[in-house]
């Protein structure tokens, strides 16, 4: 089975520039990235600050396979630089809205879709919850499987729907990153209280820990042109100057 490869993204954000390095990633970028390297875009997201980290995007993208990862690659370090050169001045106007990040490489779980199947199926969020879960070394396919098998029956009676379950490769099998689309804020509220008391839900959390799970979650919101909200790819006929946005 081929098994797509993901980039995923913590990009902190200098001052209030968020919204313009989001149409500046989208807009300007997934055209772009599309038609030189077959790369989609999966989501790009606010981090909702009293959540985490503040101000902060996470951006993931999806190739087709790891073929596809290893030409992203290729392009960007043509020429002997590490980023594209026919990206300078793409590259030069991002520099303006972040001043750095942590990324990861992953794989996702075979029940995991992809981002045209999503957006087919009109999945979306009225916002997110972005779990990085980390475990002991070798067992993130384990867990992985019991979210499949338990957690996500779970989340469903608190009226999350699981988008995405991945791990993270190029290191112990050690850390796994899960998306839930969630309908609404109050949905939302119920489903944390939940985590604290006395249902299977509180259980889960429980045994999470047996097994050996740290974990930190977050709150994602949608930016404007995420392919989940829109319902596609964002394309050319997107953009608009920096200054209106």
Same mark, same amino acid.
């Given at each position: 089975?081929?098994?797509?490869?993901?980039?995923?993204?913590?990009?902190?954000?200098?001052?209030?520039?968020?919204?313009?390095?989001? /149409?500046?990633?989208?807009?300007?970028? #997934?055209?772009?990235?599309?038609?030189?390297?077959?790369?989609?875009?999966?989501? #790009?997201? =606010?981090?909702?600050?009293?959540?985490?980290?503040? %101000?902060?995007? #996470?951006?993931?993208?999806?190739?087709?396979?790891?073929?596809?990862?290893?030409?992203?690659?290729? #392009?960007?370090?043509?020429?002997?630089?590490?980023?594209?050169?026919?990206?300078?001045?793409?590259?030069?106007?991002? =520099?303006?809205?972040?001043?750095?990040?942590?990324?990861?490489?992953?794989? %996702?779980?075979?029940?995991?879709?992809?981002?045209?199947?999503?957006?087919?199926?009109?999945?979306?969020?009225?916002?997110?919850? /972005?779990?990085?879960?980390?475990?002991? %070394?070798?067992r993130a396919p384990e867990l992985l499987d019991a979210i499949r098998a338990t957690g996500e =029956?779970?989340?469903?009676?608190?009226?999350?729907?699981?988008?995405?379950?991945?791990?993270?490769?190029?290191?112990?099998?050690?850390?796994?990153?899960?998306?839930?689309?969630?309908?609404? $804020?109050?949905? $939302?509220?119920?489903?944390?209280?939940?985590?604290?008391?006395?249902?299977?839900?509180?259980?889960?959390?429980?045994?999470?820990?047996?097994?050996?799970?740290? $974990?930190?979650?977050t709150v994602l919101v949608d930016a404007e042109l995420s392919p989940m909200r829109i319902g596609?790819?964002?394309?050319?006929?997107?953009?608009? %100057?920096?200054?209106?946005?």
């Amino acid at each position: 089975m081929t098994t797509r490869v993901y980039i995923h993204e913590l990009i902190d954000i200098v001052g209030h520039n968020r919204a313009k390095y989001q /149409h500046h990633m989208t807009a300007n970028w #997934v055209p772009v990235a599309l038609e030189e390297r077959n790369q989609r875009c999966y989501g #790009v997201w =606010s981090t909702i600050g009293s959540t985490g980290r503040w %101000p902060e995007v #996470v951006n993931m993208w999806e190739f087709a396979d790891w073929d596809g990862l290893v030409l992203n690659f290729e #392009v960007e370090t043509s020429g002997g630089r590490d980023q594209d050169p026919s990206l300078a001045e793409w590259w030069a106007t991002a =520099s303006q809205f972040r001043r750095g990040g942590l990324d990861r490489i992953l794989v %996702p779980d075979e029940d995991s879709a992809g981002i045209d199947e999503l957006c087919a199926n009109g999945v979306r969020g009225a916002l997110y919850c /972005h779990e990085i879960i980390r475990v002991p %070394p070798g067992r993130a396919p384990e867990l992985l499987d019991a979210i499949r098998a338990t957690g996500e =029956s779970l989340y469903e009676v608190e009226g999350l729907e699981l988008v995405g379950a991945f791990r993270t490769v190029m290191r112990a099998d050690d850390e796994c990153i899960v998306l839930w689309a969630c309908p609404n $804020w109050n949905a $939302w509220g119920e489903f944390e209280q939940a985590w604290h008391g006395d249902g299977e839900l509180a259980g889960w959390g429980k045994g999470l820990i047996d097994f050996g799970a740290t $974990w930190q979650r977050t709150v994602l919101v949608d930016a404007e042109l995420s392919p989940m909200r829109i319902g596609r790819q964002p394309s050319v006929e997107d953009r608009r %100057p920096l200054d209106q946005v």
